[in-house]
């Protein structure tokens, strides 16, 4: 079964350090989503990518926060300079459709983001 | 605001009873449902969906029942397993992004 995948599954970085983390979604799915929780909190959505430009975002997506789809596989999130409460579990998510003609999002098993 | 949330934050049940896991929303326009289901250490796990313009949803051992007028979602798996034990969350779809409520423990007492 299809699935989408992250690395590092584990990622420690000093405050202020830039760190990029990455998914490979489900191939041939056509909307890309980055979402993370904060330990013990609800998942909360960050952006939403679609046609190599990102769909919507949230508050906290500031402009430390930027998304690339550096090819036909690799989807990317990058902190530019990192803070003590950007810790928490970042999880890509990949979908089919979205809309009226709506598929599920299929999430990936995420990334622990340890800001130190 | 758009906001989606739990009643309760832990459930126990005894292995081989019916779950129910409640979920009360905000925003009337939703028209898409989802309960999650999220294990120690993994991502979300899609369980069943529902559209607005349906009641009620089955799947294997799962229902969910979507009450538009008082804004209330439920769960409800039949014969609970100790492999149910989870965090629940429900989820609302809004403009294609999912806004999660804050999640039900459900805790499978042998």
């Known amino acids: 079964e299809p699935e989408v995948t992250q690395t590092p599954s584990h990622q420690v970085t000093q405050m202020g350090q830039e760190v990029i983390l990455r998914c490979v979604p489900i191939?041939?799915?056509?909307?890309f989503y980055w979402y993370r929780q904060i330990l013990g909190q609800k998942v909360e959505f960050l952006v939403s990518?679609?046609?190599?430009?990102?769909?919507?975002k949230s508050e906290i997506f500031d402009d430390q926060f930027s998304v690339e789809r550096p090819d036909g596989s690799n989807f990317t999130l990058k902190i530019r300079s990192t803070k003590l409460e950007d810790s928490a579990m970042y999880f890509c998510?990949?979908?089919?459709?979205?809309?009226?003609?709506?598929?599920?999002?299929?999430f990936g098993p995420g990334t622990r983001l340890t800001v130190t | 605001g758009e906001s989606v949330g739990l009643h309760l934050p832990t459930l126990s049940v005894q292995e081989g009873d019916n779950s129910i896991i409640n979920c009360a929303y905000s925003?009337?326009?939703?028209?898409?449902f989802i309960w999650y289901k999220q294990e120690s250490g993994k991502g979300p796990q899609f369980i069943i969906d529902?559209?607005?313009?349906?009641d009620k949803r089955q799947g294997q051992r799962v229902t969910v029942l979507l009450n538009k007028t008082v804004k209330h979602l439920s769960l409800q798996i039949a014969a609970t397993q100790p492999g149910d034990s989870a965090v629940y969350f429900c989820?609302?779809?809004?403009?294609?992004?999912?806004?999660f409520g804050q999640g039900t423990t459900l805790q499978v007492k042998p």
């Open positions: 998510a990949s979908a089919a459709l979205t809309g009226l003609g709506s598929s599920e999002q299929y």
């Open positions: 191939s041939n799915h056509l909307y």
């Open positions: 990518f679609y046609n190599n430009e990102i769909s919507e």
């Open positions: 925003n009337s326009a939703s028209d898409y």
């Open positions: 529902i559209r607005s313009n349906m």
């Open positions: 989820a609302e779809r809004s403009t294609g992004k999912l806004i």
